[in-house]
């Protein structure tokens, strides 16, 4: 499986930008996806994941702003995010889970800039 991440770029606080991950391979519709963030000096982070099931799963600082989706048909996952305020600043990374294999994927990241 290889995931390849896209949409991110420069928006300023209070614009809003769309991430979306397509995924290589098979059994995406089994897997667990998500999307983390680093910014600089920060450890990774979870903002926010979405399980076979569809059930989802948020960081508190982007609840109610971020919404996270799946399309098992095109084998993409997606973040909307709104609201964006500079602390959203980060690299995004798409993240890829599959419990029975213990089988755990990274994308190659995406900057999400935002400017005050």
């Known amino acids: 499986v290889q995931l390849q991440a896209s949409g991110g770029g420069l928006v300023q606080a209070g614009g809003s930008l769309r991430l979306s991950c397509a995924a290589s391979?098979?059994?995406?519709?089994?897997?667990?996806m998500g999307w983390y963030r680093q910014a600089p000096e920060k450890q990774r982070e979870l903002v926010a994941s979405?399980?076979?099931?569809?059930?989802?799963n948020y960081a508190a600082s982007v609840r109610g702003r971020f919404t996270i989706s799946r399309d098992n048909a095109k084998n993409t996952v997606n973040l909307q995010m709104n609201s964006l305020k500079p602390e959203d600043t980060a690299v995004y990374y798409c993240?890829?889970?599959?419990?029975?294999?213990?089988?755990?994927?990274w994308g190659q990241g995406t900057l999400v800039t935002v400017s005050s």
């Open positions: 993240n890829y889970y599959l419990a029975f294999s213990r089988q755990n994927l």
């Open positions: 391979g098979s059994f995406f519709d089994s897997a667990t």
């Open positions: 979405i399980n076979s099931r569809g059930f989802t």
